[in-house]
């Protein structure tokens, strides 16, 4: 290998490891770091105790009017007898308040055989019913074009 | 949306009514997707699957990137590869070309490969209605430590959210705006943001107290402050915001022309995050 080679290698380690394991982790132990609802490309940092007060209402609004809670072994073994898995939700600053997200992407890290592993996101578990859906969509709109009412 | 539009102005233009004046409405469902009931939007996917089994099916489709052919022959181009799948209720392998090929104009696609994986899941109907009830009825959620159920309305962010909501609000204008299929009126909808359009003041009025009303079995309110018409009138005695002197009415980050429906983009509210 050629000295430039190996120094362009090292390079690169060094500013991986500045971002990946100095950078990140001290923005993150200081900082909640979110998108917006009202900026498009700008993001915002907030304290994490600041932040903490900021989401408390939302939180404990959302978790008496949209949600119920759930005893934590009921949850374990319900999740654990079924191919759905359980989603994080994340808050976006609006203008006013705060709007609730979810992500059904993510793949959720499962321990099997003692290994983890990554599981299957619900998103890909959904995927038949919204192949099926929209089969039945497309039928329907072209019945619809058949034999208009 | 520019399709619906061009054919609506080309009705008007047959019907001798392009000069006519048109009344817009503008309302907006406040949390669409947090208030669908469960039991309903449930029944209402029964009702829709028709067939006892499904056949999805995965294929690839393999082009050449959109702009091979536009430079010059010593850029190395890597075709582009889409893996998609599809529902059927026919397992032959003769079906798949053939819904390749009964595809409509808009979604065909040119210079394209299709490879299928020849053996189709199967999937019963139960079990389609299953997961659905478990993603709706039993959507577990985690903040901090602990787990949550939702309780009431579908669940966000899911691949299944928009399309469900697009099922259950078609459920609700065939229901009860129909009178809007008058050849006259066009309503546009955009997940929960509705915009009617229309030669007929009545039917314009009829829309906006049905809107503001709201429907519970439907799980629809509107949020009144967000409502916009480009004519005078009240509902249950408050005034609905009004856009005066004829500006281009915005929608969904357009802004369409009150005469001529022509649109172009709304620049002002995409600056401001434009929530539509």
Redesign the interface.
């Given at each position: 290998m050629s000295d430039h080679k190996k120094r362009r290698e090292i390079l690169a380690e060094l500013i991986y490891y500045i971002l990946d394991s100095f950078l990140i982790p001290l923005i993150r132990s200081n900082f909640h770091v979110t998108e917006s609802s009202q900026h498009r490309n700008r993001l915002l940092y907030f304290r994490h105790d600041l932040w903490r007060r900021l989401t408390e209402p939302a939180l404990s609004n959302l978790k008496t009017s949209m949600l119920e809670e759930m005893p934590h072994n009921l949850a374990t073994s319900k999740l654990s007898r079924r191919a759905l898995g359980f989603s994080q939700i994340r808050l976006l600053p609006k203008a006013k308040g705060m709007r609730p997200i979810a992500n059904l992407k993510r793949r959720a890290q499962i321990l099997r055989n003692g290994r983890v592993t990554l599981g299957r996101s619900i998103n890909s578990v959904l995927a038949p019913v919204f192949n099926v859906l929209k089969y039945e969509k497309v039928r329907m709109a072209q019945s619809c074009l058949e034999h208009p009412s | 949306m520019f399709a619906r539009l061009q054919k609506f102005r080309n009705t008007l233009l047959t019907l001798g009514l392009a000069s006519s004046k048109l009344y817009f409405v503008k309302v907006d469902v406040q949390g669409a997707f947090?208030n669908i009931p469960q039991a309903g939007i449930q029944q209402l996917?029964a009702s829709?699957?028709?067939e006892d089994h499904?056949y999805?099916k995965k294929h690839t489709e393999v082009k050449p990137p959109d702009t091979y052919g536009a430079h010059n022959t010593d850029v190395v181009f890597k075709p582009m590869r889409k893996f998609c799948?599809?529902?059927?209720?026919d397992s032959s392998a003769a079906a798949f070309t053939k819904a390749i090929a009964a595809r409509p104009p808009q979604s065909r696609r040119h210079n394209t490969i299709f490879v299928d994986n020849v053996v189709p899941?199967t999937?019963r109907r139960s079990?389609?209605l299953e997961?659905?009830s478990?993603?709706i009825g039993?959507?577990?959620?985690?903040?901090g430590k602990?787990?949550?159920?939702?309780?009431?309305?579908i669940?966000?962010?899911?691949?299944?959210s928009s399309?469900?909501c697009n099922?259950f609000y078609g459920g609700f204008e065939a229901e009860h705006l129909n009178f809007l299929q008058d050849g006259r009126s066009l309503l546009l909808r955009l997940i929960d943001d509705f915009l009617l359009v229309t030669t007929n003041k009545k039917h314009a009025s009829r829309f906006l107290q049905i809107m503001h009303d709201g429907n519970p079995q439907y799980g629809i309110c509107i949020k009144p402050e967000k409502s916009l018409v480009n004519f005078g009138v009240k509902i249950n005695g408050h005034i609905v915001p009004e856009l005066t002197n004829g500006k281009a009415f915005p929608y969904c980050g357009i802004l369409l022309d009150q005469k001529n429906l022509n649109l172009r983009k709304d620049y002002s509210s995409?600056r401001?995050?434009g929530?539509c």
């Open positions: - | 947090d996917i829709l699957l028709s499904y999805i799948s599809e529902a059927s209720a899941e999937h079990f389609i997961l659905l478990e993603h039993a959507n577990v959620v985690r903040i602990k787990f949550y159920r939702q309780k009431k309305g669940p966000q962010g899911s691949v299944l399309l469900l099922l995409s401001t995050g929530e």
